[in-house]
């Protein structure tokens, strides 16, 4: 499925006029929490930030959707801004639109059943996986690094070769 | 580098007459540990037991290396035995063979500088990567996934368009 | 020191009127924080909650000091109300009164430093401790213990045997 | 019920000829492990390291017991030697003579019923409480803590009686 555009109110760490689409031809991984939900601050914000700080900016985009289906009053722009300062949190951070109902808009456009929810985008645009609660650092590691990988295989055989050699993404092979 | 051989006195979980080659094909884990070194305990032997979890036995084998270089007298067959089912460890280990000096021979051949050391080797027995100490899962799930996409790509588009379909090793992808 | 005061604008999980000299005769452990506060949110507010599980209710009592000196507009009411919600903090929480500058009047007749603080405040209304950042539960454990006992054996044998009368807390005991 | 003197074969980190009776006047507070139990490795070795440096020399003892109670060939006392090296216990650890079946003597005489277990034996020479499995910081602080404030209350008589009936703080006393 194609990742649906995120509909925003506005962004912090990036300008406002951001779109999920600017990320096209890298993998996106896109942490979706609420500041004031634990899980979202134990595990999802923490795990976020190391995938920023191990994938080469180069290759891999990490962005928070802060997506608010409950104590909205509790959870204003406002007071995210706080939240991002204290935990420093320094990668883009997309504001879901308010919905109809409780739902924001993006959160309801991928089906998101709450938070924190993990979404991995390939470098086209296609949502690959996502997966709510507390995930497996081995695992989204070898999901990041498979689509890395599927996108220079696609490139051709010289590519292909260069993967193949060894020392990619930064890391630290012989 | 080509992974030089096991030189081993014998295995637990396997048979005695076990060969690293015989893993040739598949991307090999191999832990090398001392029972009572504490970062192998700790963090070491967890690890390498989250990976046999994590990925199909049918492309990465996790195997442990039990190469004593301090406390000879200490860390005996009979006691790794004991280890071994008091901590639960179900894949293959050899046993390193003793050197001219303290340090085992597989060890030497290796060159490891200490335990825990974690190597990561491919599908065609070359040496990708070694790491002493505490290694980030988020990395080591990616120099496997690497691995395993790298092997597929170079068996043509097919199987390259395989990869890119999405949802393999056992990971939950949509 | 005598502990000063309460100095508040409201308290949740207890009525407004609610005064720390309500609580004499028990030992008052406080955990001051602020909500957007990481090692609050990471230490201080999960080990409040030990306490207050850990240690009889008719002789510790555990509250809250909602003291904010930073992000004013941030941590409100309304935003704390969600956060102790989500939590699931239910011992009583007084939000500090603000003062003329950023520190709030509680806070700074206290001298606090900083969050998170614990407070001990023994029997008789005396600040006994106070400790900034992680602290050790052993050591918390000993100075509540401590103060009990002390006070135990200022009201003579008639107390004493009490308190002897029981095994209370479901531990196992021989 | 009166702590029973220890039944040994050797000690670590003391003179052979060591008795429990030698610590009496202080708190004494036993680590009983075997060194292959995952439990004794991951909590009960480190609390008791963290007691030993929490709490004075001259009012608590910690000591360990080893109670090989399995793989007795495994758990040797040459294998104990390297492990209390590698983990770096530097506190007296007594090792449990053998009886006719599995269980060594001083296991049986306190009837424990697996590792690890965490004695608590007071001034007197009274065993005051045993934990098998993970235990409480808080909990275990406020023992010993009660422990050390009965015996200086006991200084006067009435207070004496009390220290000697034992349980005050609600925690788990006999």
């Known amino acids: 499925m194609q990742a649906p555009e995120f509909i925003t109110t506005e962004w912090f760490n990036a300008d406002d006029t951001t779109k999920l689409a600017d990320y096209r ?5 896109v942490e979706a929490f609420q500041m004031l939900c634990p899980g979202c601050i134990q595990h999802g914000i923490p795990l976020a930030q190391k995938i920023q700080r191990m994938f080469p900016a180069d290759q891999v985009a990490v962005l928070g959707l802060h997506c608010v289906f409950e ?10 801004n706080a939240f991002l300062q204290e935990f420093q949190v320094t990668f883009p951070i997309a ?8 739902v924001p808009q993006t959160m309801e456009a991928y089906q998101l059943r709450g938070t924190p929810s993990l979404l991995i985008i390939d470098q086209k645009g296609e949502l690959q996986a996502h ?3 507390q995930v497996s650092e081995l695992q989204i ?7 890395i990988a599927s996108d220079r295989s696609a490139l051709g055989a010289d590519a292909s070769l260069e993967a193949a050699s060894g020392c990619e993404s930064g890391l630290c092979t012989v």
Chains 1, 2, 3, 4 share one sequence.
């Not at 031809?25 to 991984?29: A, I, L």
């Not at 104590?71 to 995210?80: F, Y």
């Not at 504001?95 to 409780?102: I, L, M, P, T």
């Open 25 to 29: 031809g890298k993998v996106v991984v």
């Open 71 to 80: 104590h909205h009053a509790a959870m204003t722009p406002v007071s995210l």
């Open 95 to 102: 504001v879901d639109a308010a919905g109809e109902g409780y």
């Open 131 to 133: 997966q709510l609660g």
């Open 141 to 147: 590691g070898a999901e990041i690094a498979t689509l």
